[in-house]
């Protein structure tokens, strides 16, 4: 006879025994968690203090750069307010598989394994209201209940800020991630970024680099990079706080629209001056592999 437990929700034979039942499943939750870390040679955190920067746009292209090298590459979207990586890498028609206990990823061609909340909310809605709590929890379980397999990356797309989002989301990764954080012109200025490096330090997360992302703007007419904002302050502030400054990213129309279009940049142009000028994002990253070989 199986009847319900009133402590949780299960219906197990026996019923769930109370408590008892409860850590079991916790306990077995972590175990998962830690035999899926424990097959992820790197862990990438890509951070920025607020939204809008183009923090999924460098976390995608990352992550399918890094595809394209060769590498076998997951990227975790756990930006709960806005799951922008399906569109960005034109999978958003996609839904997940579940295979028993297992989430099954959606795949980016071949080495590229892609899980997001968006694959779990019905098309187009991007609205959901998520007590702290459950995202915390919904965080874990796409680390510790989706079938990453063995990778030599997993690019983890953050929810912007310094709250308690991004901290559960590092510190799930942690010990052994690295934060990526992108920043633009404007938030140098307002001394946003600050803050995200300064929340690195403060738990103890080693800093890949630093991506000063808008910075400037690709002519569409003649492919010249005209300066909006002025220049420098990433790297200056990189240079003060010791991380290093990878990659200024001009704005490219083109990466509007391969967003919005169903294509994926880095793929697709290559030689633009945005995909190159993301090279050293790409390169810094294979260097902790081969730092580790
Ligand atoms: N270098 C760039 N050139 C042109 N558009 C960009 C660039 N980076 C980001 N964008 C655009 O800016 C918007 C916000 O980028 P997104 O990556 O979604 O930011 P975030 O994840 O930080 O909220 C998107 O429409 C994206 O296409
Ligand atoms: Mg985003
Ligand atoms: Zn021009």
Same mark, same amino acid.
């Given at each position: 006879m199986s009847e319900a437990c009133s402590g949780c929700s299960s219906t197990a034979q026996g019923g769930c025994g109370g408590s008892g039942a409860q850590d079991l499943e916790a306990m077995a939750a972590?175990? +998962?968690?830690?035999?899926?870390? #424990?097959?992820? +040679?790197? +862990?990438?955190? !890509?951070? *920025? @203090?607020? =939204? $809008? !920067? $183009?923090? *999924?746009? !460098?976390? #995608?292209?990352? %992550? #399918? $750069?890094? %595809?394209?090298a060769g590498k076998r590459v997951g990227l975790l979207d756990v930006d709960v307010h806005g799951p922008s990586i399906p569109r960005l890498l034109c999978l958003d028609q996609s839904k997940v598989d579940v295979e028993g206990d297992l989430i099954k990823p959606v795949m980016w061609g071949d080495n590229l394994k892609v899980m997001s909340l968006g694959f779990f909310l019905p098309n187009g809605q991007q609205a959901v209201i998520w007590r702290g709590p459950v995202k915390i929890g919904f965080i874990q379980q796409l680390v510790g209940d989706v079938e990453w397999g063995d990778l030599d990356y997993l690019i983890v797309d953050c929810p912007p800020g310094t709250g308690d989002e991004p901290l559960s989301a590092v510190q799930l990764l942690n010990p052994g991630a690295h934060a990526l954080v992108v920043t633009t012109p404007q938030a140098v200025a307002i001394d946003d970024v600050r803050r995200s490096l300064g929340f690195c330090a403060e738990i103890g997360i080693p800093v890949l680099g630093l991506v000063e992302n808008m910075s400037g703007i690709v002519c569409s007419q003649c492919g010249n990079i005209e300066e909006l904002? =002025?220049? =420098? @302050? $990433?790297e200056a502030l990189a240079k003060e706080m010791a991380v290093p400054f990878l990659a200024a990213l001009p704005l490219d129309p083109q990466v509007v629209r391969s967003g919005d279009e169903g294509w994926v940049y880095i793929k697709h142009h290559p030689e633009r001056p945005t995909a190159l000028a993301l090279r050293p994002v790409i390169d810094a990253a294979l260097g902790l592999d081969a730092a580790k070989a």
């Amino acid at each position: 006879m199986s009847e319900a437990c009133s402590g949780c929700s299960s219906t197990a034979q026996g019923g769930c025994g109370g408590s008892g039942a409860q850590d079991l499943e916790a306990m077995a939750a972590q175990k +998962r968690l830690k035999d899926n870390l #424990a097959r992820i +040679r790197h +862990r990438i955190v !890509v951070m *920025s @203090g607020k =939204g $809008g !920067v $183009g923090k *999924s746009t !460098v976390a #995608a292209n990352l %992550a #399918a $750069g890094l %595809a394209l090298a060769g590498k076998r590459v997951g990227l975790l979207d756990v930006d709960v307010h806005g799951p922008s990586i399906p569109r960005l890498l034109c999978l958003d028609q996609s839904k997940v598989d579940v295979e028993g206990d297992l989430i099954k990823p959606v795949m980016w061609g071949d080495n590229l394994k892609v899980m997001s909340l968006g694959f779990f909310l019905p098309n187009g809605q991007q609205a959901v209201i998520w007590r702290g709590p459950v995202k915390i929890g919904f965080i874990q379980q796409l680390v510790g209940d989706v079938e990453w397999g063995d990778l030599d990356y997993l690019i983890v797309d953050c929810p912007p800020g310094t709250g308690d989002e991004p901290l559960s989301a590092v510190q799930l990764l942690n010990p052994g991630a690295h934060a990526l954080v992108v920043t633009t012109p404007q938030a140098v200025a307002i001394d946003d970024v600050r803050r995200s490096l300064g929340f690195c330090a403060e738990i103890g997360i080693p800093v890949l680099g630093l991506v000063e992302n808008m910075s400037g703007i690709v002519c569409s007419q003649c492919g010249n990079i005209e300066e909006l904002f =002025g220049k =420098g @302050g $990433g790297e200056a502030l990189a240079k003060e706080m010791a991380v290093p400054f990878l990659a200024a990213l001009p704005l490219d129309p083109q990466v509007v629209r391969s967003g919005d279009e169903g294509w994926v940049y880095i793929k697709h142009h290559p030689e633009r001056p945005t995909a190159l000028a993301l090279r050293p994002v790409i390169d810094a990253a294979l260097g902790l592999d081969a730092a580790k070989a």
